[in-house]
């Protein structure tokens, strides 16, 4: 069939961009050379490694995966522990439903009671330390103290007078101390998995180039904990050049493929900017910074219109919570 005379010829700008993306894409799918490099996720508590084993009869490089779990009940433990009170801040808050709330709080005030019944008729039930076991007693006390308090109030129609910001503030050092606890503990379970995996697989890791992806949810990527221990470990300051945060989202296929992403990035960083981490930021961002300040100082930006509200009194109204239902 004779080619449409009428059509026009290709953009040779646009085929150029085609040419550019076609060979980024295969040169992402070819960085990761499996004999010199391996992969280590770090997902909940579980390690996968992905390696890559000797050539099979064909001459291909098989990639093995293998699991590493580990268990923190601590680490649970004292974070049910502060969700106690937290969970009575949640039902109360910005609350419209009465009845929902009300339900809510007694339903919750009778696992408190059980808790407190089991925290006083075992010893020590959940294995923490006569510290933790201490601190923690007193929380559950405390807070089956304000929860009464509510629910009463709530038969009453009132809540005028209960302060739950004040009670919550009084918790933090106990908050505080299992945070620590937690924390370390989850570090110390992290360590002892990671040395076991450079003990077992010694074969697989000795001579290579090992890329640890921690993956989580969004929000608390900047500090991740697990984050940190693998930058402490690979004496790195930032992100990048062998440790990375993954959303969770990925799927294991997608976080070889993220990893290669970051390599390729590397290469192209390197070779233009001499800085192989300046393609795992916007490389649009110092332009913007210059453009956007220029903005500013000429009034141009709507910032009257979108800040307004940021004109009240300092009493952080944006993140103040009605603690108590208000009820017209």
Not at 98 to 122: G, H, I
Not at 124 to 149: C, D, G, K
Not at 310 to 325: E, G, H, L, S
Request: proline fraction near 5%.
């Amino acid at each position: 069939m004779a080619a449409d005379k009428s059509s026009p010829p290709p953009d040779p700008l646009d085929s150029i961009n085609k040419v550019f993306t076609n060979s980024y894409a295969a040169l992402k799918s070819r960085v990761i050379d499996w004999a010199h490099n391996s992969v280590l996720l770090l997902s909940g508590s579980q390690f996968v490694l992905f390696h890559g084993e000797p050539p099979n009869q064909d001459g291909e490089v098989v990639i093995a995966r293998e699991t590493f779990c580990f268990s923190v009940p601590l680490f649970h433990t004292l974070k049910s522990f502060c969700h106690l009170p937290l969970a009575v801040l949640a039902i109360i808050s910005k609350q419209n439903d009465f009845k929902q709330a009300s339900n809510d709080l007694a339903d919750l005030l009778r696992q408190t009671v059980a808790l407190s019944d089991k925290l006083s008729d075992e010893e020590n039930p959940y294995l923490m330390s006569p510290a933790q076991l201490e601190r923690n007693a007193v929380l559950v006390s405390e807070t089956l103290v304000l929860i009464r308090e509510l629910v009463i109030k709530f038969s009453q129609g009132s809540l005028a007078d209960v302060d739950v910001s004040h009670f919550l503030n009084h918790l933090r050092p106990t908050f505080s101390a299992n945070m620590h606890d937690a924390t370390q503990c989850c570090l110390q379970a992290i360590d002892e998995t990671f040395r076991s995996i450079l003990t077992r697989r010694r074969q697989a890791l000795v001579g290579r180039r090992l890329h640890v992806v921690i993956s989580g949810e969004h929000m608390p990527e900047e500090d991740n904990m697990a984050l940190q221990y693998f930058l402490t470990a690979f004496n790195q300051d930032t992100e990048g050049d062998g440790v990375y945060y993954a959303t969770s989202k990925y799927s294991e296929e997608e976080i070889i493929n993220f990893v290669a992403q970051h390599i390729a990035d590397g290469i192209v960083g390197m070779s233009v900017f001499d800085d192989g981490n300046v393609m795992h930021k916007d490389v649009l961002a110092p332009a913007a910074k210059r453009i956007l300040a220029r903005w500013k100082a000429d009034g141009r930006l709507p910032m009257h219109e979108m800040n307004s509200y940021r004109r009240q009194p300092k009493d952080q109204a944006r993140w103040n919570c009605p603690f108590v239902i208000q009820r017209s």
